[in-house]
């Protein structure tokens, strides 16, 4: 953690064009609470550069600022470190040319890396037509050494949380105005890095995300287009590199369109997540964007009985099945193992969720925070909250179904459960944080062979945040 070698935690693209985006972007999306429950019918409108600012925006850009070099966004991220970058392949988005860009959020703006219709190669590489049919795709990359400059080897998982967390976010603003989101884990990955300008190690790339329906002015074959020709700005002034990190990632890397098919035809997971859930009266009727702004990491806790659908139905709206490729409908990889500390019409204790009625073993209050404080690293958060909960994974069962590419989608879906979780949470107008854990205790604990992958406390803030300020216009906050 060497101040002077800290990553930059914007990418930019020396001598390209900045296309602006509209900065005019008050919430307007349905209400979080029918959002989240999966409740808002498609109405699949058409996309403009208004609704991409929206989606850019409440997933992936700048909220607040505390200072002069530090910056909070519109999703979390472990240690605030953001190592994600977003891309847009835009073909039919009204008032922006055909091409390739990359998002700037320091500036709210589209860098464009190349022009044409990039959707054929993209279609090609995640074998899949419909994503030459649509009129827009976003690609989310990882760049490690942005979060493994603090978490070392650890750092790697963090691209695959905050990528989920990330798309917990956009999958709930598509929603809420009624757009068909399709997020794509099986790709070819060296095919996604050629075709961004990126080497595949340094920066590489984590999902392919298609929205609106496809429509049939498609290319028929892949078109070779120049590559973007743009030079990246230094990350830092010594990068560094883990063997482990780039060994890991290239594990389950697929390398032609026939190993991608042949991936997404064997994946499979347990048979217990849901499309909708019923919405609590007590959320009411706040829109889906304005939710976005006013969550933030919640750093103090009230050890006081919270309602009862601050786990229900908070729980249920984070497990709510991800439309994902690797994700088959109705199914799940996580099971849930939950810490309850003080919720009213729950007993304290360890409950564990797979799939049916949830297995639990009641202890005293005292006992259960002091368990979940321990479990999270000593951090009196894991105990100061309503509950706790920590999605898992039987890495045995995935790495048998998914092969060495399923520890990517495990990671994944529990960064969209715990995104979705704190959205949830702070719609009924409390709180929540992502914390770092013990792994094996977790396992031991709970007396469960799976493996957590992620850990968030709920519970009630000792404090009211401020919300988030607007493109271009962020919220300044002191610490």
Known sequence: MDPSNQPQPFKRHLGAPVHPLPRDLPPTGAPAAATLSGLVPPSDPSIDCELLARLLFYSAGVTRTAGDNLWFRAAPSAGNLHPLEMYVVASEVAGLDAGLYHFAPEVFGLEALAAGDHRPALADATADPDVAASPLALVVTGLPWRTAWKYAERGWRHVYWDAGTMLANLLAVAEGHGLPVRVRLGFVDAAVSRLLGVDGVTEFPVAVITCGRPTATAAAEPVELPPPQFPPTPLSPASVDFPLVIGVQQAGELTTGDD???????VGGLPRAT????????????????????????????????????????????????????????????????????VHGTEPGLYQQVNGPPRRRPAPEPKVRALSQRLCLDQPLGGDSAYTNFACADLDQVLDRYGERGYRVAQFEAGVAAGRLQLAAFTLGHGGTGLTFCDQDISDAFDTRAACMLAVAIGLPAYQSKPGGPPGRPRRITR
């Open 260 to 266: 991608v098919t042949g991936w997404r035809t064997a």
């Open 275 to 342: 499309d909708t859930v019923d919405a609590p009266v007590a959320a009411g009727s706040e829109p889906i964007e304005s939710v976005i702004l006013r969550r933030g990491s919640t750093r103090r806790m009230r050890r006081q009985l919270a309602p009862a659908e601050l786990l229900h139905w908070a729980m249920s709206a984070a497990t709510r099945a991800v439309p994902a490729d690797a994700i088959p409908p109705g199914s799940t990889l996580l099971s849930h193992e939950v810490a309850v500390h003080a």
